[in-house]
């Protein structure tokens, strides 16, 4: 009975892992620039890969191979988002400029000078 | 249930590339390509259970190391063109 | 120094877990090799001056059990937000450059509030410099959340920075 109640919680958590994998790709494409884009591809990075790696350590159960998925899933969050700075520190010092809404970076420094 | 896990990877996978290949800027293929490798690292793990191999995780977790080295090893050649020198004389933005 | 001596247990504990989990065999003579090359990696560590509390942060582990369950929810809220708006036809981002004032004294306490930012989908840290980080949201109701200094005030009160 429990391994039922585990079974549905696990694919419950692979199909919503699923869908934002998909949700976050169409992001991907669909955003206008490169900074925008990255905010897509961080949430296949947190909620896909969380949701899919979780749903698997369910399937596993107390083995060896649910501690393995487990470290992989701390090198992911402990990764993603040094990448992500990396990749968008190098993209705004060499000049891409976002395409911005509203741009806070002046009066943020002014009002603290 | 895990071949439906495989689809959906296998299909922002493809989605991944096609922005690989649609760039425009570097920085936007380099987003692709660090998404993707993530992917893989998903794709590893899934197909190991798939199979009824769960070893598999082992070279997951090694590709997530590797993926994020990488990442960090193509910017620093598009940025500075070399890889063995420090930086830590930048101006902040 | 006994602080080193203690670093040096714990960075020594942690390499013999993740050994532990990676290895799964345990005969007599493949653990010993586990705890030796564990002895040596710390052995060669003290040597390079790698091991402070910086690097090795376990004052902070207790606190963290408590600021990364919060940062954990925080992840979600943000990650629906951010599908919902993928998920509208008409895609109405409002993309937002802003600094915000990153409290935190220590380098420690800066990265990992500048990781916290980026690792919430819908925000991402550009620069960290001068006490100050630049951050791109993706909507200006992200940007604004930031700007309460919600999650600022808890990664101090995690490095134990407040008074």
Known sequence: ????????????????????????????????????????????????????????????????????????????????????????????????????????????????S | MFAAATAALLITMIMALIRAIKGPSIYDRIVAVNMFGTKIVLMIAVLGFLMGRPEFTDIALVYALINFVGTIAVLKVFKYGDLARAHDDEEPL | MGNRIIHSISLGTVLFAVWLVLSGHYTFFITTLGILSCALVVSIMQRMDLIDHEGHPIHLTWRAFTYIPWLIIEIIKANIDVLKLILSPSLPATPTLLRVKASQTSDLGQVIYANSITLTPGTISVDVANGEILVHALTRSGAEDLMDGEMDRRVTRMVGEDK
């Open chain 1, 1 to 112: 009975m429990s391994g039922t109640i585990i079974d549905i919680l696990s694919w419950a958590l692979i199909i919503l892992g699923a869908f934002s994998l998909i949700t976050g790709a169409v992001g991907v494409l669909r955003f206008p620039d490169v900074y925008t884009r990255m905010h897509a591809a961080s949430i296949t990075d947190t909620l896909g890969a969380g949701t899919i790696i979780l749903g698997l350590i369910l399937q596993a159960g107390l083995t060896l191979v649910a501690a393995k998925l487990l470290l992989i899933l701390v090198f992911i969050f402990f990764t993603s988002p040094a990448s992500s700075f990396a990749l968008a520190h190098a993209a705004l010092s060499s000049g891409v400029e976002p395409i911005l809404d509203a741009d806070l970076r002046e009066d943020d420094k002014e009002s603290s």
